[in-house]
T-cell receptor, first 116, second 112 residues
Framework: DQQVKQNSPSLSVQEGRISILNCDYTNSMFDYFLWYKKYPAEGPTFLIS?????DKNEDGRFTVFLNKSAKHLSLHIVPSQPGDSAVYFCAASANAGGTSYGKLTFGQGTILTVHP | DGGITQSPKYLFRKEGQNVTLSCEQN?????MYWYRQDPGQGLRLIYYSQIVNDFQKGDIAEGYSVSREKKESFPLTVTSAQKNPTAFYLCASTNRGSTEAFFGQGTRLTVV
């Protein structure tokens, strides 16, 4: 049972344009969501997160939107740069800050390619 | 610099042999985790530990074992009971009350 889904295996975008990566979840107990970026043969690095009490969080070129009623979140990258090319993972946690802190459920990942 | 160190980066083992993957952190984090990544799939949780001398099974613990004798170390043993051990293994840690996990660089295990 895939509780966190990233239905687009890949996304190709022109440099300077917006990249939108999507993520859906099924577990209504998830209350904290994170995006990680990963290069091949390396560990993921944290990008941005959002708590379920918010619907938007922004950090520089990265913005995450959360729609709780639809159980959907998205990551917007504006403007996209060639260095953004990587695999992006959506992750979710239940009872954030409590006993389950750091125990993450990941989506399958989306490969983003930004063309110069 | 603080961080998580996994060693080795690449590991080859013969089928039927146990193998231990190392994970050390100097971030003074309380909790540590082992995830496995397979092609086209997200990371799946194998084991996690929130304090020394205590650990819990994750979603795919069968065929694996761990220990947490020191706060900074969380080694993972892939036993011969693991049916498909070839994968990319990632160790992570978090501080108390935090959900943001810091990851090591990973170990690619290939069983031949």
């Amino acid at each position: 049972d895939q509780q966190v889904k990233q239905n687009s295996p890949s996304l190709s975008v022109q440099e300077g344009r917006i990249s939108i990566l999507n993520c859906d979840y099924t577990n209504s107990m998830f209350d904290y969501f994170l995006w990680y970026k990963k290069y091949p043969a390396e560990g993921p690095t944290f990008l941005i997160s959002i708590s379920s009490i918010k619907d938007k969080n922004e950090d520089g070129r990265f913005t995450v939107f959360l729609n709780k009623s639809a159980k959907h979140l998205s990551l917007h990258i504006v403007p996209s740069q060639p260095g953004d090319s990587a695999v992006y993972f959506c992750a979710a946690s239940a009872n954030a800050g409590g006993t389950s802190y750091g125990k993450l459920t990941f989506g399958q990942g989306t490969i983003l390619t930004v063309h110069p | 610099d603080g961080g998580i160190t996994q060693s080795p980066k690449y590991l080859f083992r013969k089928e039927g042999q146990n193998v231990t993957l190392s994970c050390e952190q100097n971030l003074n984090h309380d909790a540590m985790y082992w995830y496995r990544q397979d092609p086209g799939q997200g990371l799946r949780l194998i084991y996690y530990s929130q304090i020394v001398n205590d650990f819990q099974k994750g979603d795919i613990a069968e065929g694996y074992s761990v220990s947490r004798e020191k706060k900074e170390s969380f080694p993972l043993t892939v036993t011969s009971a693991q049916k498909n051990p070839t994968a990319f293994y990632l160790c992570a840690s978090t501080n108390r009350g935090s959900t943001e996990a810091f990851f090591g660089q990973g170990t690619r295990l290939t069983v031949v």
